[in-house]
């Protein structure tokens, strides 16, 4: 009976949109070709500001384990890409289900949430003026994992004001603790930094052990007919010891910056952008195993599938996709020819290690590494060129799309022990002495009515 529903449902949903991936991947070497194949079922429906969207994927590239064993589905796991309502009142928006969000600014290089819009279950309340904004954003992270991570949640605020073309917001975020949701940090209007201070000091009767880790900042950015400028800083931890105790023990100052921007032009448009953090950014807070406070949809950097498969930081990272510990460039081209959509970049990243579930790297505490701020100081740091080229267009009431990927890494960050050179077991991202080039070509075709 379950399997003649999800017959049915999926022949239901295909009736609206259907799409085929198929890639051909070289890792390494020429000699090592891989292939594989995604199918896409979405339902898209809007009317007078209500939006219906649903889209399930179906993959057999090996990432995850086939979702009924390789008996029913070939090797095929389903993963759920976007599932949820869009409520748009003009004015207020409201977002529920498991959706693709990002940032309040316009970049590949947005730092409170990664512009790969991986999706989570999420809550989302958008109100905008003529002169004022505000958002409040509940993200799921970990509800009862049955990998014994423990439940935790983050909330993302943001509150600008306009003028003229530009937008000027303060955005934070919170990642709390021993439960997946606590509502306050979304409905309370005050900044999250002073819920978390309120709430979880002892002495009052409305006490919680909710325990949370707060990063703030800001973004400016303009916008006109044809450009798009902006600027974004967000700060975990500044080292005010420097000033006020300079004698004394050295934080180390957790700051990432992203700021660029593109231009409409009659040859395209053309986007350049740059970004990069110090070192523990998005980590952990506290010494030892904590498994609590990174800025990640995971508290780890592996998972059990016949063995120990690896979480890419890019895939993990709530924000900024590159992570700590890094500087980044990017430009990129879009333009539409006679109907072909053209979209490319060309990306150069220089990182050092870095550890999403490790507060401190390779060391049990942060005074063990040194003291003071670092950033990019490792002996060998990965290079990484990485060139992508998008092409779409309709073909008989078929959208056709092709999709190259070309990328370079010198000294590939790898998963290491540190139990191998430290009395320390934790696992971090270390640049490596192994160089890597990979190739990818995408083929695919959708159809929607």
Do not use: C
């Not at 399997?3 to 239901?12: G, R």
């Not at 030892?288 to 059990?304: I, K």
């Not at 160089?435 to 990818?440: A, L, T």
């Amino acid at each position: 009976m379950k399997k003649l529903f999800l017959i049915i449902s999926i022949t239901i949903i295909s009736l609206i949109t259907y799409g085929f991936d198929f890639s051909v991947q070289i890792d390494d070497n020429i000699n090592n070709v891989k292939t594989y194949q995604g199918v896409t079922f979405k339902i898209y429906h809007n009317y007078e500001g209500f939006t219906f969207l649903g889209e399930l994927n179906a993959y057999n590239d090996g990432k995850y384990k086939s979702s009924m064993g390789d008996t029913y589905y070939k090797g095929f796991y389903f993963y759920m890409k976007n599932g949820g309502i869009i409520l748009d009142f003009d004015r207020y928006k409201f977002s529920f289900g498991r959706l693709q969000h990002y940032d309040i600014v316009d970049s590949p290089y947005s730092l409170f949430i990664s512009s790969k819009g991986l999706p989570a279950v999420i809550l989302d309340f958008n109100y905008e003026d003529d002169e004022f904004f505000y958002e409040t954003r509940y993200i799921e992270l970990n509800r009862e994992s049955t990998l014994n991570y423990p439940d935790r949640g983050a909330n993302l605020k943001a509150y600008g004001i306009k003028f003229g073309n530009f937008r000027l917001a303060y955005e934070e975020s919170a990642v709390y603790v021993n439960t997946s949701f606590d509502i306050e940090y979304f409905v309370n209007v005050i900044p999250n930094f002073f819920v978390q201070y309120v709430n979880i000091s002892y002495g009052k009767p409305w006490t919680h052990g909710y325990n949370a880790n707060s990063i703030m900042g800001f973004s400016l950015d303009y916008t006109d007919e044809n450009k798009y400028f902006y600027g974004q800083i967000l700060v975990d931890d500044i080292n005010t010891n420097r000033v006020f105790a300079p004698d004394s023990y050295q934080n180390p100052d957790k700051i990432a910056w992203s700021l660029g921007g593109s231009i409409e032009t009659e040859y395209g448009k053309f986007g350049l952008y740059n970004a990069g953090a110090t070192k523990y950014t998005f980590q952990p807070s506290g010494n030892g195993q904590n498994l609590y406070y990174g800025y990640t949809y995971y508290p780890d950097v592996t998972y059990n599938y016949d063995g120990e498969k690896v979480i890419l930081p890019e895939e993990n990272y709530i924000g900024y996709y590159n992570g700590e510990n890094n500087i980044a460039f990017m430009g990129t081209y879009f333009n539409n020819v006679n109907g072909i959509n053209i979209n490319g970049s060309f990306e150069y990243v220089i990182s050092g290690s870095k550890s999403p579930a490790n507060p401190w790297g390779e060391y049990a505490v942060w005074s063990e590494g040194g003291q003071g701020t670092h950033f990019l100081d490792d002996k060998i740091l990965e290079n990484k060129y990485d060139f992508n080229l998008n092409v779409d267009y309709m073909l008989y009431g078929l959208k056709i799309y092709n999709g190259l990927n070309l990328r370079y890494t010198k000294n590939k960050l790898e998963l290491v022990d540190t139990a191998e050179t430290d009395n320390y077991d934790m696992k971090i991202f270390k640049p490596s002495n192994k160089d890597e080039f990979y190739y990818n070509i995408k083929l695919g075709v959708e159809y929607s009515f």
